[in-house]
């Protein structure tokens, strides 16, 4: 998949999702390019947290917690454009690796660029083994409709 014109630029939201998805090596790799460019300051260590979980009741669509999720949170800033990294679960380094790509991208680093297309291809990857599993579960479903009763 060859970028197009004008869409190197991934949505915080999707980016984030390969990156907690995908392989550590396409993250690691990302954050080793981006410090080697700038300065990377940590704000706030990776600490755990709790973080309240929103559920939309499918009735009236009213908005309810349902509850609280153990979160990781990290803040740096990455030559002054400030990067956060939550994710769910235990994981400082994850945590502070996902705010130092976030701030690269807050600062408009021009070789952010150039990570669209690792992006991309995981995401692919991703899709893939996601796929493979769906359908190695889908293969033991038990179709009742041709059974005799």
Do not use: W
Not at 63 to 91: H, N, P, Q, R, S
């Amino acid at each position: 998949m060859m970028a197009k014109e004008g869409e190197e630029k991934m949505e915080r939201r999707r980016r984030t999702e390969i990156l907690i998805k995908g392989r550590r090596k396409v993250l690691s790799h990302i954050v080793s390019h981006i410090r080697s460019i700038h300065k990377v300051e940590v704000i706030n260590e990776p600490s755990l947290g709790l973080s309240m979980i929103k559920m939309r009741e499918r009735g009236k669509g009213e908005l309810f917690y349902i509850g609280e999720a153990l979160i990781t949170e990290a803040k740096v800033y990455v030559d002054g454009a400030m990067g956060i990294g939550i994710l769910f679960g235990e994981d400082s380094d994850k945590a502070l690796d996902l705010a130092i790509v976030d701030g690269a991208y807050n600062l408009n680093s021009e070789e952010c660029k150039l990570f669209y297309e690792i992006l991309l291809r995981e995401e692919e990857r991703i899709k893939n083994l996601e796929n493979n599993k769906k359908n190695q579960i889908l293969k033991t479903k038990v179709d009742f409709t041709t059974m005799e009763v």
